[in-house]
């Protein structure tokens, strides 16, 4: 049976759409990021154990303590499949939780510990790692980090993880703080998804694409609705202006739709009934079309203008006006 080509297509993307969209690709990061999952599972079953073994009384602290946790990785899978949080978001809300569960349990509630050079050795250890967060967030490093910044949490927690645990083999206490010792390597797991989340093979910033929409309208500078796109073959034309200050441009209208990126000063525009705009630098504005105006550069250093045409072939980019004379 002979299949159409539209009915073809069709299948392609559904099949397409129905594979499931990652951000990672390398086998190496699906795997750091399946055993950090695997272990907030496992944090999961370790806090349920701790409720029901221990009693609510005692394993309270373990329970809110999970609830950071558990809100870091399931931001680290909405930000592995790109469900709703962005790069910056995941940055700032796991880093966050990081530093709380630190505080929390490390600092405010820490653990009793039998030892007192290890006592002492975890407690600057948790300050430590507190005072690195807060560094980060006050340079806005957590916007990207960058390898040694995520190193240097993730190895001070896991040394942190690994004295507590010494204490434990040392000098053994109750049966609780055994448990409560060893469930803490669940947060240098954490620190490591997000190691494993943010890491390049350079030792440079993560380079993010961001993109910001300077326009959207419909309607020219003025207000007035923009005409129909041309019939018949079309025509892009991208001009670069340079406008030395206190020139003025000639009287003259725009037969095509164009819009522009001002990248270098402050142009104004004016309009033949008079009406005036002022596009500052950095700034989008949409030309009039059909309208005589005309430009100025009143400003203090030169202007550098780039301008985008939807032309068509053989038709004029603007229609000069000499008949009119400059104020």
Same mark, same amino acid.
């Given at each position: 049976?002979?299949?159409?080509?539209?009915?073809?297509?069709?299948?392609?993307?559904?099949?397409?759409?129905?594979?499931?969209?990652?951000?990672?690709?390398?086998?190496?990061?699906?795997?750091?990021?399946?055993?950090?999952?695997?272990?907030?599972?496992?944090?999961?079953?370790?806090?349920?154990?701790?409720?029901?073994?221990?009693?609510?009384?005692?394993?309270?602290?373990?329970?809110?303590?999970?609830?950071?946790?558990?809100?870091?990785?399931?931001?680290?899978?909405?930000?592995?499949?790109?469900?709703?949080?962005?790069?910056?978001?995941?940055?700032?809300?796991?880093?966050?939780?990081?530093?709380?569960?630190?505080?929390?349990?490390?600092?405010?509630?820490?653990?009793?510990? $039998?030892? +007192?050079?290890?006592?002492?050795?975890? &407690?600057?250890?948790? *300050?430590?790692? /507190? @005072?690195? !967060?807060?560094?980060?967030?006050?340079?806005?490093?957590? $916007?990207? +980090?960058?390898?040694?910044?995520?190193? &240097?949490?993730?190895? *001070?927690?896991? /040394? @942190?993880? !690994?004295?507590?645990?010494?204490?434990?083999?040392?000098?053994?206490?109750?049966?609780?703080?055994?448990?409560?010792?060893?469930?803490?390597?669940?947060?240098?797991?954490?620190?490591?998804?997000?190691?494993?989340?943010?890491?390049?093979?350079?030792?440079?910033?993560?380079?993010?694409?961001?993109?910001?929409?300077?326009?959207?309208?419909?309607?020219?500078?003025?207000?007035?609705?923009?005409?129909?796109?041309?019939?018949?073959?079309?025509?892009?034309?991208?001009?670069?202006?340079?406008?030395?200050?206190?020139?003025?441009?000639?009287?003259?209208?725009?037969?095509?739709?164009?819009?522009?990126?001002?990248?270098?000063?402050?142009?104004?525009?004016?309009?033949?009934?008079?009406?005036?705009?002022?596009?500052?630098?950095?700034?989008?504005?949409?030309?009039?079309?059909?309208?005589?105006?005309?430009?100025?550069?009143?400003?203090?250093?030169?202007?550098?203008?780039?301008?985008?045409?939807?032309?068509?072939?053989?038709?004029?980019?603007?229609?000069?006006?000499?008949?009119?004379?400059?104020?």
């Amino acid at each position: 049976m002979r299949v159409s080509p539209s009915l073809s297509r069709n299948a392609t993307y559904i099949s397409n759409n129905n594979i499931m969209d990652i951000r990672f690709k390398e086998k190496s990061k699906i795997i750091d990021i399946a055993i950090v999952l695997l272990a907030g599972i496992a944090s999961v079953g370790m806090m349920i154990y701790a409720v029901f073994h221990f009693g609510l009384k005692n394993a309270w602290n373990e329970l809110i303590l999970n609830m950071f946790y558990l809100a870091c990785l399931v931001m680290i899978a909405m930000y592995f499949f790109k469900v709703c949080i962005t790069t910056k978001q995941f940055n700032y809300w796991c880093s966050l939780c990081v530093g709380i569960t630190v505080l929390l349990r490390d600092i405010l509630f820490p653990p009793p510990l $039998v030892n +007192y050079p290890l006592h002492l050795s975890c &407690m600057t250890l948790s *300050v430590i790692l /507190v @005072l690195m !967060l807060i560094f980060f967030y006050s340079r806005k490093d957590w $916007v990207t +980090y960058s390898k040694r910044n995520l190193w &240097m949490i993730c190895i *001070v927690d896991m /040394v @942190l993880a !690994l004295l507590y645990n010494i204490d434990i083999i040392l000098e053994p206490t109750d049966e609780y703080t055994a448990f409560m010792l060893t469930e803490i390597w669940i947060r240098p797991t954490i620190t490591y998804g997000l190691v494993a989340c943010f890491i390049k093979d350079d030792d440079n910033l993560e380079q993010q694409v961001q993109s910001t929409e300077l326009i959207r309208t419909s309607q020219s500078w003025d207000g007035v609705e923009l005409p129909d796109y041309l019939q018949g073959r079309p025509e892009i034309v991208a001009i670069k202006y340079e406008i030395p200050v206190g020139q003025k441009l000639s009287w003259h209208h725009h037969p095509v739709m164009n819009h522009g990126i001002l990248v270098q000063g402050d142009l104004t525009i004016i309009s033949e009934n008079g009406k005036e705009k002022v596009v500052h630098e950095g700034e989008a504005v949409v030309e009039m079309v059909g309208t005589i105006h005309h430009g100025e550069n009143r400003g203090s250093k030169p202007i550098v203008l780039y301008m985008f045409y939807l032309s068509q072939e053989g038709l004029p980019l603007s229609v000069q006006h000499p008949e009119i004379t400059l104020a």
